[in-house]
């Protein structure tokens, strides 16, 4: 059985492509809270990917490899977090929990959601 996983955690998960063609396997963080876990045992996931824009946009958050939590977020390379990529997935889907997110980076990605969604 796997373990809990919980907000915060970078995971490797069969992340769809935006017009459902297909999927791609693909590290991404969980961004709903436990309770939501518990009780739908669904999980909000955040897109992540290595391929780094020249110009980010307001919700593009660029986590490069000299930051002082990237090795702890058991990503290979420095990356990229768009909130406008953010989908809901059941657990079974989830492969594995790669690493974590420190309270720094949450900080960050809490900013590009204010430029996201504009709730």
């Given at each position: 059985?796997?373990?809990?996983?919980?907000?915060?955690d970078v995971?490797?998960?069969?992340?769809?492509?935006?017009?459902?063609?297909?999927?791609?396997?693909?590290?991404?963080?969980?961004?709903?809270?436990?309770?939501?876990?518990?009780k739908?045992?669904?999980?909000?996931?955040?897109?992540?990917?290595?391929?780094?824009?020249?110009?980010?946009?307001?919700?593009?958050?660029?986590?490069?490899?000299?930051?002082?939590?990237?090795?702890?977020?058991?990503?290979?390379?420095?990356?990229?977090?768009?909130?406008?990529?953010?989908?809901?997935?059941?657990?079974?889907?989830?492969?594995?929990?790669?690493?974590?997110?420190?309270?720094?980076?949450?900080?960050?990605?809490?900013?590009?959601?204010?430029?996201?969604?504009?709730?």
């Open positions: 059985m796997k373990p809990e996983l919980q907000n915060g995971v490797l998960v069969t992340f769809p492509f935006t017009d459902l063609a297909g999927t791609k396997l693909r590290p991404a963080v969980i961004i709903s809270s436990e309770e939501v876990h518990q739908e045992g669904d999980y909000t996931l955040l897109f992540i990917s290595s391929v780094i824009p020249d110009s980010p946009e307001k919700y593009e958050f660029i986590f490069p490899e000299s930051h002082s939590d990237f090795r702890k977020s058991g990503l290979k390379k420095e990356s990229v977090f768009k909130a406008n990529k953010i989908t809901t997935l059941q657990k079974q889907l989830i492969q594995r929990k790669l690493g974590v997110l420190g309270e720094e980076v949450r900080a960050e990605l809490r900013k590009i959601f204010q430029h996201a969604l504009r709730i």
